[in-house]
């Protein structure tokens, strides 16, 4: 959904039986040859809203200055950072594509969010296996909480999806309301469902919480365990049995 190309064929690979250690395996057509293309295939009922700004030493807007092949069909490539949500990149930033043919097609004066991981003595690595790197057009409401999260110092942000059902494959519950209890001294912060299953508390002080839904008439709700560091945004789906 967030690149352009056109895959022939998507498949489902389990490194184990466990759901969050897949890995989503592709063929694409470039030019006259076939490649494969693997991406993480991670799932779980806690997400971090999709900006992933803890995971990496750089996250910022920027724009492709210059692209540069090199072996093995990858690519070399300098970014002119615009916007820093995370660490202090160099201006130009260079990093270097891995999949970089089953990556969208980079073009000088493209922006995209960037999301990069710097390690010693290695390069940086625009990965398409587990870089969440994106285009800006697909990226807007990413960009939106990373502005957020930028201008709280001292608050974290916690929304989610209330479900009957699994939490991949459920129903939305409306007007539920949904309780936020620090553990550390029991204090209790409320939202409610929207029309699409939908809550999101006002940004809460850093702590352990627990997560719970009142019963309704359709659902019989789980609890849930979050820690939410300061500048922290969790994105939770809370999934409980129909009546």
Request: glycine content about 8%.
């Amino acid at each position: 959904m967030r690149f352009a190309a056109t895959f022939a064929m998507s498949c489902l690979v389990l490194c184990c039986s466990i759901p969050a250690n897949s890995v989503i395996v592709s063929e694409k057509k470039v030019g006259d040859r076939t490649i494969m293309c693997m991406h993480t295939g991670l799932m779980s009922d806690l997400k971090d809203c999709g900006v992933h700004s803890g995971w990496y030493t750089y996250v910022f807007v920027g724009s492709i200055f210059a692209i540069t092949p090199i072996e093995n069909d990858e690519k070399q490539i300098q970014i002119i950072p615009e916007e820093v949500f995370a660490g202090e990149p160099a201006n130009p930033i260079a990093v270097q594509t891995s999949q970089g043919a089953c990556l969208p097609d980079l073009v000088v004066g493209d922006r995209w969010l960037f999301y990069l991981r710097q390690e010693k003595e290695h390069p940086i690595f625009l990965d398409y296996y587990g870089n969440d790197s994106v285009p800006i057009a697909g990226a807007e409401e990413q960009i939106e909480v990373l502005r957020r999260l930028k201008a709280m110092s001292d608050r974290g942000i916690v929304r989610g999806h209330v479900l009957t059902g699994e939490f991949y494959d459920g129903t939305p519950v409306p007007n539920a309301r949904v309780v936020a209890r620090r553990k550390s001294d029991k204090k209790q912060f409320v939202a409610r469902t929207d029309s699409d299953g939908r809550f999101e508390f006002n940004p809460l002080p850093p702590g352990n919480y627990k997560i719970d839904v009142d019963r309704t008439d359709s659902l019989k709700p789980k609890s849930s365990d979050l820690d939410l560091p300061a500048g922290a945004c969790w994105d939770l789906t809370i999934a409980g049995k129909a009546r």
